[in-house]
């Protein structure tokens, strides 16, 4: 089946730093990423569509600014919290489509402190 | 914008129970998809449904989707323990978008 990897799978920042957070995919061409965030216990939401060459499209109420998102390759779509705060803490999974579904990469859990 | 309700939030059952969880979208859909995620992994795609009133089955495993492709529900029999995790329904609208419920937590009492 398809592979998506993300890496770092964990990471501490402190207040007011950036993160970059990686996705791929391993062995197949993802034109179309996603990444999404999940609070503990709850669901996923879906934080922005990437598309490769181009730019991304936002969900209502995220803040395009802040989450600095490219996809400069069809196998690798980047997120970067930048000027992380503590709300900031969550889960982020990114995931890609091939066929039906979506497969997911592992999650990145951030914490800000 | 589309909503997709899922119940119940939890459900606990003995080893050898039944299991049904239900989804409900505020919008028709096109297609529904359910995605298994163990406790402190990522969700993994299970299956996609397309057709109105289509039933398909893997394993243990049964999936329905409404007739009006607005509702879905995936039951499983004689649960194991290795079934337990959180079970999302995730529908797609007319705006193309994946939007999740907010999951079942099966646990299963052994």
């Known amino acids: 089946g398809a592979v998506v990897s993300q890496h770092p799978s964990r990471v501490i920042c402190k207040s007011g730093t950036s993160v970059k957070i990686e996705c791929r995919s391993l062995?197949?061409?993802?034109?179309?990423m996603f990444w999404y965030r999940q609070f503990p216990k709850q669901s996923l939401m879906l934080m922005a569509t990437s598309n490769e060459g181009s730019k991304a499209t936002y969900e209502q109420g995220v803040e395009k600014d802040k989450f600095l998102i490219n996809h400069a390759s069809l196998t690798l779509s980047t997120l970067t919290v930048t000027s992380a705060h503590p709300e900031d803490s969550s889960f982020y999974i990114c995931?890609?489509?091939?066929?039906?579904?979506?497969?997911f990469g592992p999650g990145t859990r951030l914490t800000v402190t | 914008g589309q909503q997709v309700m899922q119940i119940p939030q939890y459900q606990h059952v003995q080893e050898g129970e039944d299991f049904t969880t239900y989804c409900n979208s505020s919008t028709t859909l096109s297609n529904i998809q359910w995605y298994k995620q163990r406790p402190g992994g990522h969700p993994v795609f299970l299956i996609q449904?397309?057709?109105?009133?289509e039933v398909k089955k893997q394993k243990r495993l049964t999936f329905q989707f409404g007739e009006a492709k607005k509702n879905s529900s995936l039951h499983i029999t004689a649960t194991q323990t290795t079934d337990v995790g959180t079970y999302f329904c995730a529908g797609t609208g007319s705006n193309y978008k994946l939007t999740f419920g907010k999951g079942t937590l099966l646990t299963v009492n052994p």
């Open positions: 062995d197949f061409q993802a034109t179309t």
């Open positions: 449904l397309v057709k109105s009133g």
């Open positions: 995931s890609a489509s091939l066929g039906p579904g979506q497969y």
